[in-house]
C-alpha cells in the first residue's frame, strides 16, 4: 500500500509503482486506497497472450511432425497388391466398388474394354459425392454438382472439382485383377 | 564507463506490443505451412513434408526466444 505523505514507505510498499511514476506524495489519495503496481498489471496480460500464442505455435510444430510420421510409416509399409475382381465379374462397360487397402475409402474398378480396366476413388473431389462412369462418353459424372472426370485419366474435364481423381494402380493377371498402389494426385 | 540507459515503462510497452506482433506472425506462417504441407501431402507429394517440419521447428524456436526474452524483460 502507498504510504501518506510524510511517511516513510515500508519495504513492500516501495515495490508497488505508480503509473505516472510521481512520488508517493504527490499521489492522489484514493490511490493510497487501492495501489495497483502498473508495471505489473500491464505485463501481466500481454505475457499471458504470449505464452498462449507460443502454445499454439508448438502445436502447428507438433501438427508439421505428425505428418511427417505418417508420411514415413506409408513409406516404410506400402499396401501390397490385393486382387480387386475376377475376370468375370465385370462386364466390358460395368463397374465394381471395392477397397484398397482394406479400410480404404470406396473405389471404383471400371471395365473399358476386353483386357483394359481403370480405378479411381469412387469420391468427387470437390465434396466427396460417389461419381458414376459413364463407359460409352468416356467419362466419370459427380451428379452432385455436376463434375466430369476423364474416364481414361482421371483429370477434370468440367465442374466444380479442382483436383483429379486419385488413380488405383490395376494390373491384369491370370487369375483377375489386382489393385498394386494408390497415385494421389493435385494436378 | 556509462551505465547503459534503464528502459523505461513506456519504452519495455512498445517493445513488448513489438514482440507479440512479430510472435504473432510466426504463427500465421506456421499456419499457412501446416495449410500447405497437408495440402501437399494429401495430394500424394511428399517431397516438402521434412523440410516444411524443419522450418516450422524453427519458427517455434525463434517464438521461444522471443517469449524468454519477453519473460526476462520485466
Not at chain 1, 106 to 132: K, N, W
Not at chain 1, 167 to 173: G, P
Not at chain 1, 174 to 187: F, K, L, P
Not at chain 2, 39 to 44: E, M, S, T
Amino acid at each position: 500500500m502507498i504510504p501518506r505523505a510524510g511517511k516513510e514507505p515500508a519495504v513492500a510498499d516501495r515495490l508497488v509503482t505508480p503509473p505516472d511514476g510521481a512520488p508517493y506524495e504527490a499521489q492522489p489519495r484514493w490511490r493510497h486506497d487501492f495501489p495497483i503496481d502498473a508495471a505489473q498489471d500491464d505485463y501481466v496480460s500481454r505475457r499471458e497472450l504470449a505464452k498462449f500464442i507460443v502454445l499454439t505455435s508448438a502445436a502447428f510444430a507438433a501438427g508439421q511432425f505428425w505428418i511427417v510420421l505418417k508420411s514415413v510409416r506409408a513409406t516404410l509399409s506400402p499396401p501390397r497388391a490385393l486382387r480387386i475382381a475376377a475376370h468375370n465379374e465385370v462386364p466390358v462397360g460395368g463397374a465394381k466398388v471395392f477397397r484398397y487397402p482394406e479400410g480404404s475409402t470406396p473405389r471404383l474398378l471400371v471395365r473399358t474394354g476386353e483386357a483394359s480396366y481403370v480405378a479411381y476413388d469412387q469420391q468427387c473431389t470437390h465434396l466427396l459425392c460417389p461419381v458414376v462412369p459413364d463407359v460409352a462418353s468416356g467419362r466419370l459424372h459427380c451428379p452432385c454438382h455436376n463434375g466430369w472426370f476423364d474416364l481414361h485419366t482421371g483429370q477434370v474435364l468440367a465442374g466444380p472439382p479442382q483436383r483429379p481423381l486419385p488413380r488405383v494402380v490395376v494390373e491384369v493377371r491370370d487369375d483377375g485383377v489386382y489393385a498394386t498402389g494408390v497415385e494421389e494426385r493435385t494436378t | 564507463m556509462r551505465r547503459p540507459p534503464r528502459v523505461v515503462r513506456a519504452q519495455r510497452l512498445t517493445i513488448v506490443n513489438g514482440i507479440l506482433l512479430v510472435v504473432t506472425l510466426i504463427v500465421v506462417l506456421q499456419l499457412w505451412l501446416l495449410t500447405a504441407t497437408m495440402n501437399a501431402y494429401l495430394g500424394g507429394d511428399t517431397s516438402i513434408v521434412m523440410p516444411a517440419a524443419l522450418a516450422s521447428l524453427a519458427c517455434f524456436g525463434l517464438n521461444l526466444g522471443l517469449l524468454r526474452y519477453l519473460m526476462r524483460l520485466g
